[in-house]
């Protein structure tokens, strides 16, 4: 059971990422699934969250309006689409799901 997290780099303030985040050994179209993130010095958060059917998506209010989270089950993988990115985004970017985490990707955001 494995996540794989890709699609971090350094983006300009405004600026766009789609992370994905691949499944290996379970099929993710039964879980619901999450991204959280970790700034340097603070503590785990909840970034964004997708019901395993239908239902509806949840973000944290400091990146609603701005992200987007999508599952493709037929590709295993869960996507976070970010727009006008903000410095303060910049965090190592973790998919979760049933207590499983991926190693996480670096998203920085900076002139």
């Known amino acids: 059971v494995q996540l794989v997290e890709s699609g971090g780099g350094l983006v300009q303030p405004g600026g766009s990422l789609r992370l994905s985040c691949a499944a290996s050994?379970?099929?993710?179209?039964?879980?619901?699934m999450s991204w959280y993130r970790q700034a340097p010095g603070k503590e785990r958060e909840l970034v964004a969250f997708?019901?395993?059917?239908?239902?509806?998506?949840n973000y944290a209010d400091s990146v609603k309006g701005r992200f987007t989270i999508s599952r493709d089950n037929a590709k295993n993988t869960v996507y976070l689409q970010m727009n006008s990115l903000r410095p303060e985004d910049t965090a190592v970017y973790y998919c979760?799901?049933?207590?499983?985490w991926g190693q996480g990707t670096q998203v920085t955001v900076s002139t």
């Open positions: 997708i019901p395993s059917r239908g239902g509806t998506t």
């Open positions: 050994g379970f099929t993710i179209s039964r879980y619901a």
């Open positions: 979760n799901t049933i207590g499983v």
